[in-house]
């Protein structure tokens, strides 16, 4: 008959572990849960917008890397140039001074004494010796052109090794600045993606809340103080509405600097290509002295810049996802303004 055998009850020791464990995994699944909460639309809100600053920061090297490079590149082919034409230069004063010295070696085989002796008309041979020291003297004067024509030559060419090794420092440095603007959007457009639907077209509705005052707002009755002035405002405005793009100076894109650039331009005046530059391109003035057209500077590294509109109004490339609008000068730290 088989024998019947109640189950082996688990120890005290075995059931202490497994409670132990057990107790451990719910801890760490509560700890896990209280370390790790789900970022709020909020947050994501904060940390795009600081990486969009960050960006607009990025651009504003990039910009004037960029403005760098165009001034290095110019100047390269400029040097090029010349010592391509000081070389052709060069070259003909060689020549010259070759057949001189061609001329003056078959008119010279025989002593000049010997010469006078001989010829038969000493007159005739006085002038040939005139001639001929003339000929030593314009062999002089050649010599002396050619060892300038060295000298600078060499001078131009050292000066256009170094600007091609400044051009390709440059360049580096745009590269790399590129790719950090680029690597900034790229983490923003993650953070984007980690919101549900809902919450991503929640933040749409109050950008394009934002972008609506691209119609005009209550500008006050203040004037610009020059024409210029009016003329870069008025240019300005007819772009509201056009989107942002890093790099860009219109005219169907901006950055904050590309608009403000762009609108000078159509107005007759050439200002500088980034922020911070233009910041030394006028008048430095407060803000109770702002008028329609000034430049307004913001941050304190002066990475943001945009046209004072009037009544307390900026019109600005804002950011990336944004497009040339209105916006209260109050609504970032405002530096100085600089009249043009």
């Given amino acids: 008959m088989a024998s019947h055998r109640r189950p082996k009850q688990p120890s005290r020791t075995r059931v202490s572990v497994l409670t132990a464990t057990a107790a451990a995994a719910v801890a760490l699944t509560s700890q896990a849960a209280h370390a ?4 709020t639309k909020k947050d994501v809100k904060e940390q795009v917008d600081k990486l969009y600053e960050e960006a607009e920061q990025a651009t504003e090297k990039y910009n004037g890397a960029k403005e760098k490079q165009d001034q290095l590149q110019k100047q390269v082919a400029d040097l090029q140039d010349k010592v391509a034409r000081g070389q052709q230069e060069l070259n003909d004063l060689r020549d010259s001074l070759g057949a001189m010295a061609t001329a003056q070696y078959r008119t010279g085989g025989i002593d000049p004494s010997v010469q006078l002796l001989l010829s038969s008309d000493p007159d005739s041979y006085l ?20 060892g300038d024509r060295q000298r600078v030559l060499r001078q131009q ?42 919450e991503r077209a929640e933040l749409d509705r109050a950008s394009q809340r934002a972008s609506r005052s691209e119609s005009r707002p209550d500008l006050g009755q203040d004037v610009p103080d020059s024409q210029r002035a009016a003329a870069a405002l008025a240019a300005a405005q ?11 100076t219109g005219p169907t894109a901006f950055d904050c600097s590309g608009l403000t650039s762009w609108a000078y331009a159509q107005a007759g005046v050439q200002i500088s290509r980034t922020s911070q530059s233009q910041a030394g391109d006028g008048v430095r003035i407060g803000r109770s ?20 509109a009037g009544n307390g109004q900026v019109l600005h490339a804002p950011r990336t996802g944004t497009t040339v609008r209105y916006e209260s000068i109050n609504n970032m730290p405002f530096m100085f303004g600089v009249r043009i």
Wanted: charged residues 30%; aromatic residues 6%.
């Fill in 238 to 248: 007819s772009k509201i509405g056009s989107p942002y793009v890093w790099g860009a």
């Fill in 127 to 146: 002038d040939k010796a005139s001639a001929l020291s003339q000929l030593s003297g314009k062999q002089a004067e050649a010599l002396r052109k050619i």
């Fill in 157 to 198: 060419r050292e000066e256009a090794a170094g600007k091609l090794d400044d051009l390709a420092a440059t360049r580096k440095a745009l590269g790399e600045k590129k790719k950090e603007i680029q690597g900034k959007l790229a983490k923003a457009q993650k953070l984007l993606n980690t919101l549900t639907a809902r």
């Fill in 36 to 39: 790790d909460p789900r970022t």
């Fill in 289 to 308: 002295q702002l008028k329609p057209g000034d430049l307004v500077l913001f941050y304190g590294d002066l990475h943001h810049v945009g046209l004072y």
